[in-house]
DNA sequence: CTGAAAGCGCTAACAG
DNA sequence: CTGTTAGCGCTTTCAG
């Protein structure tokens, strides 16, 4: 090694120097330092990598889609990453893709990572196949913790969201609610319906079918169009907010006016809900949040392989309301079925808030 | 190497087997390969990569935001890899990070990688701290190739989609079009500029102030507050769809209606471009297409590092026409002032189709 | 067609 | 506080 030379001492203490170890002198600390600036010296990965064993790097399994709710998590982490000080890799694996989630962690495994994400995976019927061959952390955003020894989750709670969102909108007075699902090979999605059913359950409504949708505001105009027809709807839940969207656009074209024949609730809580016709009222997602707390726990995993893992902290559950939501019957009756969050307090239509008045619950 | 002693074979046959080279017989090829399968036997990609001195990996600096062009054109480089036999090594910058893209780029020397992508960077004032540093190929998406002897750049010609929507608008009739711009220092938003301005200066018209927006629907909402209440403003071609969305929703609170009283042609064609209120108009752009591309014109000049680069093949511009754009004045008046490009047959509110009219140039 | 030998640049374990 | 000695698991080079 150059560096050592230049700089009088041995390897080793280079390595001591970059590495922040103790017990190097101030005096040759600077000397190794100056020695490296002057020859440009940048420390080889792949050596490290190979002599340490740790690759200081994770590894991420993304579906491609350019979908706010995944694309959102993946920059969180992305974002969190920055401050772990773990590279990412990132492979991609698509809805339909033969390999699926298990080729991606393959790929990963050949890279070699110290963990592993798994961001929103959707069940494919052979995520078992995994189980035994990967034994180093796994976090799963958005779904449970199957997959392999080590595997933690966060991202989870969806169900309890969903639940919030349906007592929204029973709360304001509707009978019951109908609920515009995501596609139910989505995990996420199936939370929802967990989470929609419990509620309607709980408050003994009776629980329509339930109306799949693929996330897509085309398919949410489809549905729209359907649930158009039948006049005992008067409240739906959809799964995120493109589909509410594009089921709003079909109720108007029918001439089912929202909110006032008909409420509609949305999830995520995309940058454009409260810009749409009508501003959504909508289930706002912490995925910044989520992806920091999961990141975190899943480096302590990584660096603690005896240590219990760390617990997961319940992700704050806020509804967003706007103006997509009303009670039931033509006339808006203020004070009447109301939520205990308080509503905006302009008007109905009244400039967009980037908010909205929010309930934590 | 247990495999090569398993399979009775040198080291190095193992090696050749595993890299597909010539020269082994296929009765050796096999033995290796039924060793290995039976010892859960998978490279040392560290290893692999500390002796050839190539990492067979590609850094991406992206920018931490999940607005829908940036995230799309990173699913898409995504996408590609996967084809390509490169992993990829993912950092991220934000705007206001202080080491900002500069900084991105030394951490992925850092990891060690054969080439880089750079997504829609902005133009911080010192990107030519790095030019000298960097000596691999460097491909720029949406961006010059600034920085870097060996720089390429792909998904640039956006100035010619800006011209194209603003012509749109000036054959509709309008007298001339404002322009609600990205940031500026977002080189993205540069070329749409420049675009917009020479269509108009080409026709002869008056260049109007630009307005800034920061890409967000708030900024949009904003700047149609503005726009609203100078009744000169006919038609406005907004530098994205969320702007344009959020410009929308504040001329119709104005009681501008659009298109009948202002033209708005949006940017990028968002999925739930065909679900707003009214359906939008805009040009749609090739995120997958330019990636695709981009990364194979980069592989190349990976491994052929004394050939000449590629050449780049300039994207399609292709105008979606929806529901936004008219001609000016009150009403509709078929067959008058309109573009070479077919107007969608069904009227302006029938149910919005996935695409809309097309109009490629 | 196959093998032996020599590192790649670092870290780990142990001496000083 | 600092140095020595061995590898990590591959690819490269040169001989068979």
Redesign the pocket.
């Known amino acids: 090694?150059d560096?050592?030379r230049l700089a009088?001492?041995?390897?080793?203490?280079?390595?001591?120097v970059?590495?922040d170890?103790?017990?190097?002198?101030?005096?040759?600390?600077r000397r190794v330092l100056d020695a490296a600036e002057e020859l440009g010296?940048?420390?080889?990965?792949?050596?490290?990598?190979?002599?340490?064993?740790?690759t200081r790097s994770i590894g991420v399994v993304t579906l491609g889609t350019a979908l706010y709710g995944p694309a959102s998590l993946i920059m969180g982490v992305e974002r969190a990453a920055r401050d772990t000080g773990y590279a990412l890799r990132v492979v991609n694996t698509m809805e339909g893709d033969p390999a699926g989630v298990a080729g991606a962690v393959e790929s990963l495994l050949d890279q070699g990572v110290d963990g592993i994400v798994i961001s929103e995976p959707i069940d494919e019927g052979h995520e078992g196949d995994l189980s035994a061959r990967v034994d180093m952390p796994v976090l799963v955003l958005g779904a449970p913790p199957i997959l392999a020894p080590r595997a933690l989750a966060a991202g989870t709670g969806a169900d309890l969201m969903a639940r919030t969102a349906t007592e929204h909108l029973l709360e304001l007075g509707h009978a019951t609610v109908h609920h515009l699902a995501g596609p139910q090979r989505w995990y996420a999605a199936r939370d929802r319906v967990e989470g929609w059913r419990a509620a309607l359950t709980a408050h003994g409504r009776t629980v329509p079918p339930v109306v799949e949708g693929d996330w897509s505001a085309a398919s949410g105009y489809a549905a729209g169009r359907e649930l158009a027809r039948d006049g005992e709807v008067t409240a739906v839940f959809a799964g995120n907010d493109d589909m509410a969207i594009g089921l709003i656009r079909a109720l108007a074209e029918a001439g089912r006016r929202v909110p006032e024949d008909v409420s509609v609730v949305g999830f995520d809580d995309i940058p454009l809900a409260p810009y749409v016709t009508p501003p959504l009222t909508t289930m706002r997602q912490p995925f910044d949040a989520v992806a920091q707390e999961g990141l975190k726990r899943l480096v302590h995993a990584i660096e603690n392989p005896q240590a219990l893992p760390m617990p997961a902290s319940d992700p704050p559950v806020d509804l967003v309301i706007r103006s997509s939501t009303a009670p039931p019957s033509t006339r808006m009756t203020p004070g009447r079925g109301r939520s205990a969050a308080s509503r905006s307090s302009g008007g109905r239509h009244s400039p967009p808030r980037n908010g909205g008045s929010s309930h934590h619950g």
């Open positions: 090694m560096v050592a009088g001492v041995s390897q080793k203490t280079v390595s001591r970059f590495n170890e103790p017990y190097v002198s101030a005096d040759v600390r010296y940048r420390r080889n990965n792949a050596a490290r990598a190979l002599a340490s064993g740790r």
